[in-house]
């Protein structure tokens, strides 16, 4: 048995998903003649209450799709230190849009209101990059699956309203965010511009994410994903598990997030564990001891099937999801506190 806790990516679709695609009514979508991606098309845009939506391939190009629609060669967008879209997406702003990013030094990948009024300030100055829109991360991804405090979102929205900016939401692991905290898609598709959401991180399905917005963003968002090369034809095969994990994978979350807090709880009284952050979802970050090392922890687990992520400076990630079952969770929960006693 194979522990892979690398990342909620990991999961393979459930027998009942598989059956959802295999039965999939299928049409060429880049003649927008594909009923099923309509279908999830359509139930994302009113799960958010927003206008419209667009299926796509990854998260990485619904997000490289949403920077390029509200910038301009040369602008510049704001994001926290941690952001996805300024770590992990190849320098696809520089690349794609032309944009350089200003970073606010942040915790966990949240900033906070008063950070960005100082980081918005002498926008007019004709020496510095324009600057065209903020971008949240919620859950964020390097800050340990932290969840934003929504009122805090609301006061950075009326900031970026105030300036003309356009306001981004990477959701990639929103649904977390909303089982864990009680929050409704609706009230973010209320307060944000754009949204991208990823069908294949704790929801399960083996692809695809989506860009919401207003019809005149998403007719937009349309030209630049064909551009990016991501008009794709029967692919309604695909959004038929995503259509599945709306139905089906949302509420359980609430089982990954239980069992990474039981995961936090034996690491909290490890010896070995020099810091544990605090845990909201699915996510757990750790330090191990500098005797023992990083490398060399993620080394021993691996000898025992247990797969986990190195995250840079002594960091270590553990994700729960779909596919993590309750006799793994035994097993590990026995590994991590047996790893305790020999050290
Ligand atoms: C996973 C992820 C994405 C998108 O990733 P893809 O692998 O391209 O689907 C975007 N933002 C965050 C925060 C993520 O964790």
Redesign the pocket.
């Known amino acids: 048995m194979i522990i892979d806790l690398i990342s909620d990516?990991v999961t393979k679709p459930t027998g009942k998903m598989l059956e959802a695609m295999m039965h999939a009514k299928v049409g060429d979508d880049v003649f927008k003649s594909d009923p099923t991606v309509n279908k999830l098309q359509e139930k994302a845009a009113k799960m958010f209450g927003m206008e419209d939506a667009l299926f796509f391939p990854?998260?990485?190009m619904a997000?490289q799709t949403a920077i390029k629609l509200h910038t301009q060669p040369g602008d510049k967008l704001i994001c926290d230190k941690y952001a996805?879209v300024y770590n992990y997406e190849g320098g696809g702003a520089a690349f794609n849009s032309g944009v350089t990013c200003k970073l606010i030094d942040g915790q966990r990948g949240m900033f906070t209101a008063a950070q960005l009024e100082e980081a918005v300030a002498g926008r007019a100055d004709i020496h510095v990059p324009y600057l065209r829109l903020v971008c949240i991360?919620n859950t964020t991804?390097k800050g340990g699956g932290a969840c934003w405090d929504f009122s805090e979102l609301e006061k950075i929205q009326k900031i970026a309203k105030e300036n003309s900016l356009a306001f981004h939401l990477?959701g990639?692991?929103l649904f977390n965010a909303l089982v864990a905290k009680n929050e409704s898609a609706e009230q973010y598709g209320h307060l944000f511009d754009t949204i991208s959401i990823?069908l294949?991180?704790g929801l399960g399905a083996p692809i695809g994410?989506i860009l919401l917005g207003s019809k005149e963003h998403i007719a937009k968002a349309l030209r630049i994903r064909k551009l990016l090369g991501g008009a794709m034809r029967q692919v309604g095969f695909l959004a038929a598990a995503g259509i599945y994990a709306l139905d089906n994978h949302i509420n359980r979350l609430e089982e990954d997030h239980q069992k990474a807090k039981e995961i936090g709880a034996v690491l909290s009284v490890a010896s070995y564990v020099t810091k544990l952050e605090e845990i909201e979802t699915n996510i757990v970050i750790f330090y191990v001891d500098e005797k023992i090392g990083a490398d060399n922890f993620i080394k021993k687990m691996k000898e025992n099937n247990i797969l986990l992520t190195p995250m840079g400076a002594g960091r270590i990630r553990i994700v729960t999801h779909l596919d993590y079952s309750n006799e793994m969770h035994e097993v590990l929960l026995k590994a991590l506190q047996n790893f305790k006693s020999k050290n």
């Open positions: 990516t990854s998260g990485t997000n996805h991360e991804n990477d990639a692991r990823c294949s991180k994410s």
